[in-house]
């Protein structure tokens, strides 16, 4: 079936002036929305749509039995049935001789990774913990274990199956005279394994492969101490054990009838084996075939361009049933592979509890963060929220001021006073002459007195009396920075669909590095019709 390559080519249209174009699809879409919310009756279904209508092939995780039903119905609607492949215990996909096929002797190393993987699953599925140094020491050896068995077995018998691991570590030896011992050769599958990879292989090691083998068994795995050798060997076979029997053993251990490429060339791949049904057996199945098909996408650039032209999608509702700590790789690199992810989750403590790791919260973020677009809808979860508001982001807001006022002023007053003054003067004087006439002396004498005095008194009094008014008015503003969209404003102005929201549901709509024409900023409330 024809398919969209140019990466301008619009999904869907966003506003009169924004659309979401096939190059914006492989940048990653995350959607939050709380229980109830629309949102994968909104932008899920919304989403799905434009994915089937371009042609890409996909990947589709399934947590709910219910949403198989529902993307047989997304095929049928977008003329994409023929497309559809449901995988469940009816159809096949062994992994083991899929990958030794894609890589022979030198896909060892992939192959471990793979069993590490299921390994991983069945733990978070489990809901074990353990300590940071028990967690790095009980890794590298279980990658010792089964790297260390996968090889002998492919060169013995030119084919892997888990059946056989389990065999080879639980007949190695425990004793280092265990070797040379003829009753344990005798009874020992591991030892008729190693003779026929030495002496008479189907497939030859490399000399310093076998060396490095034969060394592990016959020197290194007997001096382990017995307790910690027994516990490796439980955490390796109990888990591997489930794929000896039922289901997962008739998915991945016996034929192949469906391989990741097929989405390479348009087929949409449903994992038909509920995590709500399946239970354990399903996150571990549906966590397995997304790591392969992850692989697969990573490396087909390598292929030609009939392989690698069709975009491809992962699409995961309920994404932390199935998340790995590999996503956060995956999503790195993914674009240049032309695939798009899409996951729905419903808050950010549900990927806190369930991706695992020594730091959950810390991988958690590292996850979203790698998502350009992500829509966030109704939300009661105050986590999820403040997220949510921090990454869209804060801009400088204006607040208007304005302040009026009036004021009465009255004042009377009475003053009174008396004053009172005395004083008293006096004054004395005298004066004396002489003369003489023709020759001879004149004299004179005088003199003078005075007194005085004063009084006065007198008061006085008065009243006063006063009144004045007068009134103020002032406006301006201030500016501040304040979050675009309050996290409050995610549990409390969304609308999440149903009757009574005449079947609407709203959304933030936020891209990074982004400026919609219809809002001006990174983010524009979206709309989503669910019929």
Known sequence: MTFIKDLDTPL???????????????????????????????????????????????????????????????AREHGRAASL?????????????YEMARQGIEGIGTVTECLLAVLEAAKRASATTSQKGEE???????????????????????????????????????????PTSAEWQRRSFM?????????????????????????FWAEEYPGIPDKTRGNMVVTVSTVLDRFKHGRLQ??????????????????????CMPTLTWNEDGVIAQQLFKFMWQRAVLSRNSLEEKHRARGVFLFSDEAQETVSSYDAEFLS?????????????????????????????????????KFMTQIYHSNSCPETNEYASRVIGKVMKRHGTYSAGNSESINTGMSSGESVNTGTSRNYGGSTNASHSMGGPQRGHGSSHGSGSSDGRGSNWGANRGRGTSSTESRGYSESMEYQIEPGDFARILKSGGRENNYLVTGVWFQSGRI????????????????
């Not at 492949?85 to 001789?97: A, K, R, S």
């Not at 089964?146 to 060169?155: D, E, L, S, V």
């Not at 190693?194 to 490095?212: E, F, G, Q």
């Not at 919609?516 to 019929?531: E, I, V």
């Open 250 to 271: 008739k998915a991945f251990c016996s034929k192949t009838s469906i391989v990741p490429e097929m989405t390479f060339h348009g087929s949409v791949i449903l994992l």
């Open 333 to 369: 690199m993914c674009r240049g592979s032309r695939c798009c992810v899409t996951y729905l989750t419903q808050t950010l403590p549900t990927y806190y509890a369930k991706i695992g790791g020594d730091n959950p919260r810390d991988a958690a973020h590292a996850l979203v963060g």
């Open 12 to 74: 869907l249209r966003l506003s009169p002036r924004d659309v979401f174009t096939v190059g914006n699809s492989y940048t990653a879409v995350h959607i939050f929305g709380g229980i109830g919310s629309g949102k994968s009756s909104g932008p899920g279904r919304m989403l799905a749509g434009a994915y089937l209508r371009a042609g890409y092939g996909g990947l589709v995780t399934v947590a709910k039995h219910e949403d198989i039903d529902l993307w047989k119905g997304y």
């Open 191 to 215: 030892y008729s394994v190693m003779n026929a990879a030495t002496c008479a292989p189907k497939v030859k090691l490399p000399d310093s492969m076998m060396r490095d083998t034969i060394e």
């Open 516 to 531: 919609f024409k219809s809002s001006g900023t990174n983010m524009m409330l979206q709309t989503f019709r669910q019929k």
């Open 85 to 97: 492949v449901l995988f469940d215990e009816n159809e096949g996909f062994n992994f083991l001789t």
């Open 136 to 178: 790095e020491f009980w890794e590298g050896s279980k990658r010792q274990l089964i790297r260390y068995a996968i090889a002998p077995i492919y060169a013995a018998k030119g084919a892997v199956t888990i059946p056989d691991i389990i065999r080879f570590i639980n007949t190695a030896p425990t004793n280092p005279k265990d």
